[in-house]
């Protein structure tokens, strides 16, 4: 079935240094790639999303790059601090024929002081 | 501020109880969500609802049942529960949900549920 894998499942970084996130998904008819942060008991939060039209889009520190024929996007952190540490979920979708998110399996951030 | 607003907070039951879980959003959108989310794994469908009307289960076990009263609210009934159904229970909501459809799903906080 459809697949999305994400790597590191750790990052850990010096606060200042950039992160990069890594998705690669299988369902070719995927065209919307969104990005969600989740802090320690708080809700999945949308930061940035792209569809299949761009290659990259940006938001302050935080960029993603889609390359289609590959299938791989990424997620950009530049200037880390210590508040963008959490779990990064990609996804992708709309999956087979109907508008399901397929979740990659999480990148947990450390950004240490 | 979340815009998807989600009761009880916490939940705790026994595995003879019945309780249900209420989400509610005023955007307008016409997709909503059930997730399950077990800690620090990614959200796992369980239904979505398309213009109050089921359009998928991912082949969830009877004794969770979702109802759509209309197009702000969602329910999810729950009914001699297990322990490994101890989880989060994230409802999301999305302008629409389709084969065509790229819409941002929008998360509530969730309802933290714990089965004794």
């Known amino acids: 079935g459809e697949n999305v894998e994400q790597h590191p499942s750790t990052l850990s970084v010096q606060e200042g240094d950039s992160a990069v996130i890594k998705c690669t998904y299988s369902?070719?008819?995927?065209?919307?790639f969104p990005w969600y942060k989740q802090e320690l008991g708080k809700r999945p939060q949308l930061i940035i999303d792209?569809?299949?039209?761009?290659g990259e889009k940006k938001d302050q520190r935080i960029a993603v790059t889609l390359n289609k024929t590959a299938k791989h996007f990424s997620l950009h952190i530049t200037e880390t601090q210590p508040e963008d540490s959490a779990v990064y979920f990609c996804?992708?979708?709309?999956?087979?024929?109907?508008?399901?998110?397929?979740f990659g399996q999480g990148t947990t951030l450390q950004v240490k002081p | 501020d979340t815009e998807v607003t989600q009761t009880p907070k916490h939940l705790v039951m026994g595995m003879t109880n019945k309780k249900s879980l209420k989400c509610e959003q005023h955007m307008g959108h016409r997709a909503m969500y059930w997730y399950k989310q077990k800690a620090k794994k990614p959200p796992e469908l369980m239904f979505v609802y398309s213009y109050e009307k089921l359009s998928i289960n991912e082949s969830v076990p009877s004794r969770f049942s979702p109802e759509c009263p209309n197009s702000s609210l969602l329910n999810l009934h729950l009914h001699a529960l297990q322990p490994e159904d101890s989880a989060l229970y994230l409802c999301?909501?999305?302008?629409?949900?389709?084969?065509?459809?790229?819409?941002?799903?929008?998360f509530g906080d969730g309802t933290r549920l714990s089965i004794l």
């Open positions: 369902d070719s008819a995927s065209n919307y």
């Open positions: 792209i569809r299949s039209n761009v």
């Open positions: 999301a909501s999305s302008q629409e949900e389709g084969p065509y459809s790229n819409q941002p799903q929008h």
């Open positions: 996804a992708a979708g709309p999956s087979g024929n109907t508008g399901k998110l397929i």
